[in-house]
């Protein structure tokens, strides 16, 4: 069953007839999708609850170095979760035997920094009764070595318990260990599209009317997905808006635009006030037109952190990827609201009666934007984004047998067939898929809030331009295509990591704009666009609120100021104090502008809106570009640059 969550299009209000000023988006403050990236458990609402947890490795993928992580994760939680719901409300699956993988191993699959042991898990646990006889709870890992027979377990699972817990009135809490999708969609074993159980089928199983929470791995750090209304639209009572959610979806999409703002005289701790007028005039970029070595491993060190805070989804310790349980941190309650359960306090108690592994924890040499996230190690990690490529080439299938598909697979190809690649490269493709991927997120998300009806009814990664294009007329695709490009201007391009330059020829570097065609189509389906180009505005107005939102968010983060001053200090930049900015922001609304303590800098000059910067598909053009095998427009000859001169320091 297709997912048809959407919002009500607001047709008379601000969309249709009404004057500009009302043309931002009538979607109303509904939240329509709570996913949020958490380092500890959610809460399970009721003792009355069930539990389903799925664990999608195979026995081949199961060592440490390889998926052994999300065993891991998927004992952990079976230990945290052991004896917090009725005896045989909790069922557990499993691709491979991990029971005696983990028993003839514990070591190597010790969770979090602190090497927390959890093969105990993967035993049956007891419990004494009322009348204190030992008893089996019903929590033996089922494990199911086919992924026909797992597929078909699971969703069975998945439709028994939703008929249980709508009778109880009671929450369905589903933990899903292995390779994954923003969307949620769960690969069995491999990464390839017939080995999957996608969120939508999971939705048709469990139905509308079910209050459901899912858990997956965050795919681009630490941490877990999670979406604490899986399948209620608009999602159940939540604390944070929509705009908080939707700053934390969206990633590290608004990023390029974002960095090159905090770099510049834009910074947003940079007092303007005290800077000699005539550098800021003669000078496009503060400090010194060839930095030293220091001031290029400020910059760096600057650039790193806010792109790997935005993929991260703006969660606390992206790179840790160990329980907190602390409550202060307790995204839970940041995002949702207080817990009905149990406090966080209870299981940071119950994680501490677990033995410590007592061996020496191994060298783990991870790649170092990583963190310890996807095992810790190089080499699983290295797996991990591998999984990343190849999830990636299931989507759009069409897209791939184009000319520009074929030479960006041929690239994804050799990055995955290369035996040796250098730790750069593994950077510059994890940046690149997380953009690819986000944007499907954003396509998907702009399309629900707004009510535009789905293609096909399909989802962006699904959707079949080349079918559409066939199936279309002349004048519907001239408008779809005019309106790709306003809408290009809007999303910057991939942020290239520190010692990798643009390349606007590459196939996989530049922006791929099938989500884009797909959110116009979405939108000229239902609200024609010739001579309005007022229509642009609501969207436009709608991606800035979440942009700017970033910016706040990522102006709290105490790593961000100290990096943000440490850069300043290196360039002999007058600064503004954190105290300063955040008095600022906190005085104004989240969907207005941040003022300056001592200047009135709005936030949209910090967040630089890249529209003058960024590549963009040509009005007029009669087949997108990527449609007929060559780039956007992206010479940078005739593009303008930030701030209007081709003179930058080299960061």
């Known amino acids: 069953m297709a997912d048809t969550r959407t919002a009500t299009p607001a047709r008379n209000q601000g969309l249709v007839g009404l004057p500009p000023v009302s043309m931002d988006p009538k979607i109303g403050d509904d939240v329509l999708d709570a996913t949020f990236i958490t380092h500890t458990i959610p809460d399970i609402i009721s003792p009355n609850a069930c539990i389903i947890g799925l664990c999608t490795v195979s026995n081949e993928r199961a060592g440490s170095s390889d998926q052994g992580w999300h065993i891991s994760d998927f004992l952990a939680f079976k230990a945290l979760l052991c004896g917090e719901t009725h005896p045989k409300a909790q069922t557990w699956l499993a691709y491979c035997d991990i029971q005696s993988i983990v028993n003839a191993s514990p070591e190597q699959y010790a969770h979090g920094k602190d090497r927390r042991l959890v093969n105990g898990a993967a035993d049956v646990s007891t419990y004494r009764d009322r009348k204190g006889n030992l008893q089996r709870r019903d929590d033996l890992i089922k494990v199911e070595p086919t992924v026909e027979g797992l597929a ?23 933990i899903i260990c292995g390779p994954t999708t923003l969307e949620q969609d769960v690969f069995l074993g491999e990464t390839e599209a017939g080995c999957r159980v996608t969120s939508e089928r999971m939705r048709q199983a469990l139905g509308d009317d079910v209050d459901a929470i899912v858990v997956t791995p965050a795919l681009f750090s630490s941490g877990w997905q999670v979406n604490p209304s899986f399948c209620r639209m608009p999602t159940t009572k939540v604390r944070a808006d929509r705009t908080e959610f939707l700053a934390r979806q969206f990633g590290g999409v608004f990023a390029k635009g974002i960095i090159e703002g905090w770099l510049g005289w834009k910074c947003p701790f940079l007092d303007l006030n005290l800077v000699d007028g005539k550098d800021k005039n003669n000078t496009l970029y503060p400090g010194p037109a060839l930095p030293s070595s220091q001031q290029k491993a400020a910059a760096k060190a600057l650039r790193v952190k806010i792109h790997s805070a935005l993929m991260g989804r703006l969660a606390n310790q992206h790179h840790d990827h160990s329980f907190d349980f602390d409550p202060q941190n307790d995204d839970w309650e940041i995002m949702v609201g207080p817990r009905k359960y149990k406090p966080l306090s209870y299981y940071r108690q119950k994680w501490a009666t677990l033995r410590v592994g007592t061996s020496p924890a191994t060298e783990r040499q991870g790649l170092e934007f990583l963190g310890n996230a996807f095992g810790g190690t190089r080499l699983s990690q290295v797996n991990h984004i591998k999984h990343l490529v190849k999830e990636s080439l299931t989507a759009w ?15 994804f190809k050799s990055f995955l067939d290369n035996l040796s690649p250098q730790d750069l490269d593994f950077h510059e493709v994890f940046d690149i898929l997380e953009h690819r991927a986000t944007l499907a997120v954003l396509a998907d998300a702009t399309s629900r809030y707004f009510g535009f009806p789905r293609p096909y009814k399909q989802r962006c990664r699904d959707w079949d331009e080349q079918k559409w294009t066939k199936e279309s007329s002349d004048s519907i695709r001239l408008e779809v295509i005019q309106f790709s490009g306003e809408l290009t201007r809007l999303i910057p391009g991939v942020n290239m990591p520190p010692g990798i330059n643009y390349n606007h020829l590459s196939k996989i570097q530049s922006r791929l704009l099938v989500p884009i065609s797909y959110l ?57 104090q954190p105290n300063a900015v955040l008095a600022a922001m906190a005085s104004t609304p989240k969907t207005a502008q941040v003022s300056s303590a001592s200047t009135s800098q709005p936030l949209s000059t910090i967040t630089n809106t890249p529209a003058a910067a960024t590549s963009v598909r040509q009005p007029g053009e009669s087949i997108p570009p990527h449609l007929r095998g060559t780039p956007a427009n992206t010479n940078t000859s005739r593009r303008p640059r930030p701030y209007g001169s081709p003179h930058r320091p080299e960061w």
Do not use: H
């Open 152 to 174: 078909t377990e699971f969703v069975k699972t998945l439709v028994e318990k939703s008929e249980i817990v709508k009778k109880m009135g009671v929450p369905i809490i589903i």
């Open 397 to 411: 299938s069409w897209y791939w047998s184009l000319p520009v598909g074929q030479e960006a697979r041929l690239i």
């Open 520 to 576: 116009a189509v979405s939108f000229c389906s239902l609200y024609p666009t010739k001579k309005d180009p007022q229509k642009l505005k609501s969207i436009s107005n709608f991606l800035e609120r979440i942009r700017v939102r970033q910016v706040q968010i990522l102006l709290k983060d105490p790593e961000v100021q100290a990096l943000c001053i440490s850069w300043l200090s290196s360039i002999q930049m007058p600064i503004r």
